[in-house]
């Protein structure tokens, strides 16, 4: 009886460097992704995984090294010489026509003609058959800007299978996805695997690389530092090799005592969407200073409408009243809010919350243009420092960093804004890595410790636990219910909140 062959390479790269003028992101990285395998590429933001997929797929060829894509060397490494070699890539951001459908954002450069025209019925059909092949559940005829974020990112995996995709790189697959979303792109992967495929996942997420990937490349600052099974490693060792050091445990969280001042009151507000439905439903709450209340929800029921609201960027109703510190800003402009206090982590950083082609320093002037040059440098320096900004250089184009790096900007501008008593943050963790979670969280509590306000809004329900002193449910656009956050009952607390998220409070 023979010996089974040892499986095949399906991509890799040999000593490669990147450099970006005086960055160097990827320093001597050699690293082989065998066929039929889940290989999770983890480290910081900044660390060059991402920078190394794109040089994988071609979108950077490097300075120096070689491309290897089914154990041959790539001679001019490119998008087009990528995808002929079937490697396709997912990016973080999706790269989607919204007023196209799913079908014809699948297709896209790819048609089937009838004589000069696209025969859009065989394209959906296709669609649909590919779909329903690997388990993506998608409409084909539905517009994508009618699509979830999970069904977008199904069509962005859509669009590399229908090219004929053997090998797939997924940047931060799993950084807008609730987690039910997250437990069926699991499913997926794994059923891509089984048909053969080659999975490459870049994430931060510890938990998602032990229950899903069969191998670990760890990277950091631009270097390949370990290659991990992770079946022998835990999450604190993967965090150790990620950050260089043992991540501090979490201070005891000191119980909210009631007796500080209400800073934020919200009374009846109503959000109306684009059809006429209402995202908000008469919610009223309040937040003393002093205090975490954390939002939690499954995605879709009021919760990114809630902090566009609050911080001025969509109409309320008539009635809603928005009380920072006493003043009413329901219906007053967002200078207004900030001027009186109000800060705002928002959701989307590149749709609101940074201008990419603008420098560091002229993104954390953003709502404080009347800022003089000093206190501008001086607030740049706090930030760069507080929050381990990479590279940190205020003269830098904020495109120049990686997402991660980008979010902490966004959320050391708001937090350390002056004046502030009310911070209003959305998804501020989502796309960072776990050293970068560890400040964002300790910023947090020392804004409660220093008598802020805080409204957390998050997807992550470990995240509301062990930060917010009391968690709030929306459901359909109505507060379910609140629950106080007691430590002594912390698994109580978490099934109150996921029934509650289910709509049993309605």
Not at 3 to 24: N, S, Y
Not at 101 to 122: D, S
Not at 432 to 449: F, K, N
């Amino acid at each position: 009886m023979t010996d089974l062959a040892p499986p095949a390479e399906a991509i890799g790269c040999a000593h490669l460097w990147k450099r970006f003028g005086q960055v160097v992101a990827n320093r001597d990285v050699s690293l082989s992704v065998m066929r039929g395998e889940v290989h999770a590429v983890i480290g910081e933001n900044g660390a060059g995984k991402s920078t190394l997929m794109r040089a994988l797929y071609g979108i950077e060829p490097p300075d120096a090294g070689s491309v290897r894509i089914g154990g041959e060397i790539v001679a001019r490494p490119s998008v087009a010489a990528a995808i002929a070699r079937k490697v396709g890539m997912v990016h973080q951001h999706f790269m989607l026509v919204p007023t196209l459908t799913a079908a014809e954002n699948v297709v896209l450069g790819k048609e089937p003609w009838l004589g000069p025209f696209v025969n859009r019925r065989r394209a959906e059909r296709e669609v649909a058959e590919l779909s329903e092949r690997f388990g993506l559940r998608v409409d084909a005829r539905r517009l994508v800007s009618q699509l979830s974020v999970g069904e977008q990112q199904r069509v962005e995996i859509l669009k590399v299978l229908w090219r004929g995709a053997d090998v797939l790189i997924l940047d931060e697959p799993t950084a807008v996805l609730t987690p039910p979303e997250v437990a069926e792109l699991f499913d997926v992967l794994r059923g891509l695997v089984a048909d053969g495929k080659t999975v490459i996942v870049v994430t931060h997420k510890l938990d998602e690389v032990l229950a899903l990937a069969t191998r670990v490349t760890v990277m950091r600052r631009g270097e390949l530092v370990a290659s991990l099974d992770p079946r022998a490693t835990t999450a604190p060792e993967l965090a150790r090799a990620m950050v260089g050091r043992d991540l501090a445990a979490a201070p005891p969280r000191p119980l909210f005592t009631g007796e500080s001042r209400e800073r934020l009151r919200v009374e009846h507000l109503t959000v109306a969407r684009d059809d006429g439905s209402l995202a908000l439903d008469d919610v009223s709450l309040s937040v003393r200073g002093g205090e975490i209340l954390g939002v939690a929800g499954v995605e879709g029921n009021g919760q990114s409408e809630l902090a566009l609201a609050l911080a001025g960027l969509v109409a309320t109703g008539a009635r809603a009243r928005v009380l920072v510190d006493g003043h009413d800003v329901a219906h007053q402009s967002v200078r207004v809010r900030q001027e009186l206090g109000l800060g705002h982590v928002p959701e989307d950083r590149h749709a609101r919350g940074a201008i990419l082609e603008m420098t560091v320093e002229e993104n954390v002037r953003l709502g404080r243009q009347e800022a003089d040059d000093s206190a501008l440098a001086l607030a740049c320096k706090r930030i760069l420092e507080r929050f381990d900004v990479r590279p940190a250089d205020k003269s830098v184009p904020m495109a120049a960093l990686s997402g991660g790096n980008q979010q902490k900007v966004v959320v050391g501008r708001e937090l350390l804004r002056e004046p502030l008593s009310v911070l209003v943050a959305a998804q501020p963790t989502r796309g960072v890595d776990v050293g970068a979670i560890e400040r964002i969280h300790a910023e947090l509590a020392h804004a409660r410790v220093a008598g802020k306000a805080v409204l957390l809004i998050s997807a992550d329900l470990d995240e509301l636990l062990a930060l917010c002193d009391r968690i709030g449910v929306l459901y359909r656009g109505r507060v379910a219910g609140c629950v106080d956050n007691e430590f002594a009952r912390r698994a109580e607390v978490r099934a109150e909140v996921a029934s509650l998220m289910l709509g049993a409070g309605t």
